[in-house]
């Protein structure tokens, strides 16, 4: 019997109220993460993978769907608030200090994180040691105020007070992007190497595909709240499907040395006007849209891999986007 998912979402809408319409943030996603994987959620900015992360979190109320954790629904607030007490969920965001308390030393906001059920403070204070050894921090920066660190340091912190409560999942919200390329690296093999060492799972969060790629076993690619997108890490960054993935992966810069197929980037279409009618999101941007891109919704193609294509173009006989690649 195949091992259950720690995380399954399913069918999550989100919508937000601005003035007397209704946004739609999210609409129809649908992933798995398993223990000891990494889902990666890709998207330019808008694409509703960090309020897809806040949904999870329990930060934001869901419109529909649902969000199981470890086999229980944690679709209401009360559910994902005892969940995140016990400390099964944590998270690591962009700005670690602003996640911070400036006016306390780093030990004491790394021992917070142990959830009140649990916590004894002297034993806080003594996993502090081996928590920053395995992060790599020297044990000196618990005394260390936030702002007297760099932020790759900084960084390593909000990784180890992720860390402090054992959790079964951190969702990482573009935990690498505010960092110089080489520090990225640095802090990108930390949380490997944390993985690795308690079979943690991870919803890693980014609009860099490379990053995204690098840290993933599976990618889902978002644009305005939808999935074009899924499947193998590899496959989704090397040889992509869909012409907007084909446009993140012109975009990405190179993490590691490793060649990037030679993918046209699909032209912005010079029709500004949104899809009619239920249409793919992505035809005002696409090079290859045809006049149902602009009244169909696009059909979910499901690809030998396992992954999904949300394409007209899509050819599955022999797995390429028409005219894209």
């Known amino acids: 019997m195949p091992e259950s998912p720690l995380l399954e979402v399913s069918d999550l809408a989100i919508k937000y109220r601005r003035g007397i319409h209704r946004v739609t943030a999210v609409s129809d996603v649908n992933f798995t993460i398993r223990a000891g994987q990494t889902l990666g959620l890709v998207g330019e900015s808008g694409s509703g993978k960090t309020t897809i992360g806040r949904a999870i979190l329990g930060l934001v109320p869901i419109s529909a769907g649902r969000i199981l954790f470890?086999?229980?629904?944690?679709?209401?607030?009360?559910?994902?608030?005892?969940?995140?007490?016990?400390?099964?969920?944590?998270?690591?965001?962009?700005?670690?200090?602003?996640?911070?308390?400036?006016?306390?030393?780093?030990?004491?906001?790394?021992?917070?994180?142990?959830?009140?059920?649990?916590?004894?403070?002297?034993?806080?204070?003594?996993?502090?040691?081996?928590?920053?050894?395995?992060?790599?921090?020297?044990?000196?920066?618990?005394?260390?105020?936030?702002?007297?660190?760099?932020?790759?340091?900084?960084?390593?912190?909000?990784?180890?007070?992720?860390?402090?409560?054992?959790?079964?999942?951190?969702?990482?919200?573009?935990?690498?992007?505010?960092?110089?390329?080489?520090?990225?690296?640095?802090?990108?093999?930390?949380?490997?190497?944390?993985?690795?060492?308690?079979?943690?799972?991870?919803?890693?969060?980014?609009?860099?595909l490379d990053v995204v790629r690098y840290m993933s076993d599976w990618i889902v690619v978002l644009y305005r709240g939808q999935v074009l997108e899924d499947g193998p890490a590899q496959t989704v960054a090397r040889h992509p499907r869909h012409p907007y993935t084909q446009a993140l992966v012109a975009a990405s810069p190179e993490l590691d040395r490793l060649a990037k197929p030679d993918q046209p980037r699909p032209a912005r279409d010079p029709r500004p006007e949104p899809p009619r009618g239920g249409g793919c999101p992505f035809a005002p941007r696409c090079g290859f849209a045809e006049d149902r891109c602009w009244v169909e919704q696009p059909p979910v193609h499901l690809a030998a891999d396992g992954g999904h294509v949300a394409c007209h173009r899509y050819d599955a006989a022999s797995d390429t986007t028409a005219g894209g690649l």
Do not use: T, W
């Open 70 to 208: 470890d086999g229980q629904d944690v679709s209401s607030d009360a559910h994902r608030r005892r969940r995140q007490e016990a400390g099964q969920i944590r998270a690591i965001f962009q700005d670690p200090y602003s996640s911070l308390n400036p006016s306390l030393p780093v030990a004491v906001s790394v021992a917070e994180e142990v959830p009140r059920s649990r916590r004894v403070r002297s034993e806080a204070f003594a996993r502090l040691s081996d928590l920053f050894d395995r992060v790599g921090l020297p044990r000196a920066v618990a005394a260390s105020y936030p702002g007297r660190l760099s932020g790759g340091q900084r960084q390593r912190v909000a990784i180890a007070r992720a860390l402090m409560s054992d959790p079964s999942l951190i969702i990482c919200d573009e935990p690498v992007s505010a960092l110089d390329v080489s520090v990225q690296a640095q802090v990108l093999n930390v949380l490997k190497d944390a993985q690795r060492a308690s079979s943690l799972s991870y919803c890693f969060i980014g609009h860099d």
